[in-house]
């Protein structure tokens, strides 16, 4: 079986997902933003165990199908575990989406998380946008890291003592320069969608905040949270200053990174069940319209 990083992150997938957006909100993009209101064909690109399927064929008119698209062998497999149960039409497909070439045969392309982790986002958008029919949809689910991070709170924390957002954005940057790979995607999927000719192109943010309330415990999200990265192991402090080092920070802002993630995690061990928390993700969600020469609108 090929290794693939994803396939052994399945539980960490389920779980972290429900932090990121309502129903009703979702409902909403559909009906009133992409006024999606007859079956439409769905390839979503990095599907995972099929999350956005899960999410959006429901909410579809009756008749929608959905192609779902991985490398990962393991999530395919759950996939179509959990879609044999569903009264869905249904497929998928493992194999590299960096090598997938589709035909124009789909009313909508998605991804949900995966232009972030490509060193050339814009070829993987150029390809998305060669999957779908003249006058269909490209939507992207990308995350903003840094609005993200700013975005979270708990009692009795001073949150510029545990989320450095200097640093971090900094920290991002320089990764995204080095790589290519850009965890603040999320605010740039618009020019970009508009760069390689999508039109009406627009962006959303997701809804949902995140409320731990200690006086109606639901240990459901407080392990979402958990798996999240919340309280995750940090590595011996001299290693991770070297990391940070190497990936172009200076060893003063290493060093205060290391001390603000630290108090975080202390933190979040310490009072996780018993404070007031507040964590909003942030999404952005991007869509456009695929425009050529005769096209008609996909409604």
């Known amino acids: 079986m090929t290794e693939w990083v994803w396939d052994e ?28 209101d007859r079956p439409v064909k769905l390839i979503d690109y990095g599907c995972g165990y099929g999350y956005l399927g899960l999410k959006l064929l429901g909410m579809l008119p009756e008749g929608s199908s959905y192609t779902g698209v991985d490398k990962g ?43 972030l982790h490509m060193d050339d986002p814009k070829e993987m958008l150029r390809a998305m946008i060669g999957s779908v029919k003249p006058g269909g949809m490209v939507i992207c689910f990308e995350p903003h890291w840094i609005s993200n991070m700013a975005n979270q709170w708990m009692e009795g924390v001073e949150t510029s003592d545990v989320v450095r957002l200097g640093i971090l954005q900094k920290l991002f ?18 020019a970009y969608m508009s760069e390689l000719g999508l039109t009406g192109v627009g962006c959303r943010v997701s809804d949902r905040v995140n409320f731990v ?5 639901d240990d459901d999200l407080y ?3 958990r798996a999240e990265g919340f309280d995750r192991t940090l590595a011996d402090k001299a290693v991770f200053v070297d990391s940070l080092v190497a990936r172009g920070l200076t060893r003063e802002e290493a060093e205060r990174q290391y001390e603000a993630e630290a108090r975080f995690v202390a933190a ?17 969600i991007s869509y456009g319209t695929v425009r050529r020469a005769g096209s008609a609108d996909m409604a």
């Open 9 to 36: 992150r399945i539980d960490y997938l389920r779980r972290t997902r429900k932090l990121y957006y309502n129903d009703d909100y979702l409902q909403f993009l559909v009906e009133r933003v992409w006024r999606i």
């Open 73 to 115: 062998e393991k999530l395919i497999a759950e996939a179509r575990e959990l879609f044999a149960k569903l009264p869905y039409r249904t497929a998928f497909i493992c194999a590299d989406i960096r090598k997938l070439n589709a035909e124009p045969d789909y009313d909508i392309a998605l991804c949900h998380a995966v232009l």
């Open 173 to 190: 940057e320089l990764d995204g320069r080095r790589t290519g790979r850009d965890g603040n995607i999320g605010e740039k999927v618009p």
């Open 213 to 217: 309330n200690p006086r109606e415990r």
């Open 223 to 225: 392990q979402a949270l």
């Open 268 to 284: 979040f061990g310490e009072r996780g069940r018993e404070s007031s928390q507040a964590y909003a993700p942030t999404m952005k």
